[in-house]
């Protein structure tokens, strides 16, 4: 079956630690996403990448990372740094980032800290 | 302000009332318009995409985008149990290539 992989599904972090989300897609997609969506909100754009070794911030990057090393593959770490990390994350993935290219959301990790 | 607003809900109608779900945006860059349905703890999956003014239907769902009043509305006919679900609009701004997201309609529809 094509589609994207989230993992894991829940997380628990302690304050002052850095977690990385998984996220991967056998769609053969360019583009990939990161989401953030909080209660009560739309989805905000954390990074998005065009394609491998390539990416680019979006409108909430600050305390997070991430890296396109291959192309089915776009981890998201979030770091110490963010300062409220707890969340639903998405990870989305597209043809490439046309208007027409529908984009394809994974499950979701919820985030927790503790 | 935000660009894109939508009313959170929660909405609750009987089983087979038609539903009406809206978003209204402020920038005219935004082009191409969808609607997204997520159900709970899910991620969304795209239901209906248009681009231009006027109606689009699909099965029970109708997609009506007005440029002139900035303004899309999705209808749900002969609303099911189904369709509960969380409803976001998600307009596409061509001048800088990103997905803008409502903040989602909570629809429940009571057998």
Redesign the interface.
Known sequence: DGGITQSPKYLFRKEGQNVTLSCEQNLNHDAMYWYRQDPGQGLRLIYYSQIVNDFQKGDIAEGYSVSREKKESFPLTVTSAQKNPTAFYLCASSMDRGPYNEQFFGPGTRLTVL | QKE?E?D?GPLSVPEGAIVSLNCTYSNSAF??FMWYRQYS??????LM?TYSSGNKEDGRFTAQVDKSSKYISLFIRDSQPSDSATY?C?M?R?NT????????TTLQVKP
Not at chain 2, 97 to 104: A, C, D, P, S, V
């Open positions: 894109v939508q959170p082009q191409y703890r899910k991620g969304p999956e795209l995409y976001l998600a596409y061509s290539g990103k997905l803008i997201f409502g903040q989602g």
